[in-house]
């Protein structure tokens, strides 16, 4: 069965997170210890939630493109993660990757219950990362044919390609977020990315 999306470019400037500052491993054992005095104090999860908040408004707003019911969905996020931080368990990746699952569980949720059009922002950085060619062809053209593909791509592929090339996380996060194993986080990434692909060629059907 076909998505049914609404598929807008959006400026890198504007909308593209930045994934420039990658957690390092005695960082995320630092902030474990963040995340276990706001399981015992939740006044402590200030700290978290001014970490965080922008990464996730951006993460959500690349799949609503509408600022009010960004602002909404995020609030509820930072509720629920308030509401379940002492079921929190540590799993060696950032925080955050635990804020993106329940980002994107709202967001799909909003989508189910109101039955509107899915949006998926993407620029030309999307379209350089998952086509490599050696003589570009014109960019409106394939981030239009880009569109139509992901259309046809079923939820969970989109989602995959979305975690791993328009938001650049690592394996071991988009595992956490998509709550599989590692190597399968992988492999079902390149079989979705596969699935993209032969879907943009000239004769994907």
Not at 98 to 117: D, I, M, P, T
Request: aromatic share 10%; charged share 30%; proline share 2%.
């Amino acid at each position: 069965m076909l998505m049914n999306l609404q598929t807008k470019s959006i400026t890198a400037k504007n909308a593209r997170m930045n994934h420039s500052n990658k957690m390092s491993a005695q960082a995320i054992e630092a902030e474990w210890v963040e995340i276990q005095a706001a399981q015992d104090d939740p006044a402590l999860f200030r700290p978290l939630y001014d970490r965080y908040f922008e990464s996730i408004f951006r993460f959500i707003y690349r799949r609503t493109a509408d600022e009010a019911l960004t602002s909404d969905i995020c609030s509820r996020v930072f509720l629920k993660a308030l509401q379940k931080i002492r079921g929190y368990t540590f799993q060696g990746v950032p925080f955050s990757s635990w804020l993106y699952r329940l980002a994107s569980n709202e967001v799909a949720q909003y989508y189910r219950q109101q039955k509107k059009q899915r949006v998926i922002s993407i620029d030309d950085a999307h379209i350089n990362s998952i086509i490599d060619q050696e003589d570009p062809e014109d960019q409106s053209f394939l981030i239009q044919r880009m569109i139509e593909a992901l259309k046809q791509l079923k939820e969970k592929d989109l989602i995959l390609i979305e975690l791993r090339f328009f938001e650049e996380r690592p394996f071991k996060e988009i595992a956490e977020i998509t709550e599989i194993t590692e190597s399968n986080a992988k492999m079902k990434t390149y079989r979705a990315l596969e699935k993209l692909k032969k879907l943009m060629s000239n004769d994907g059907e």
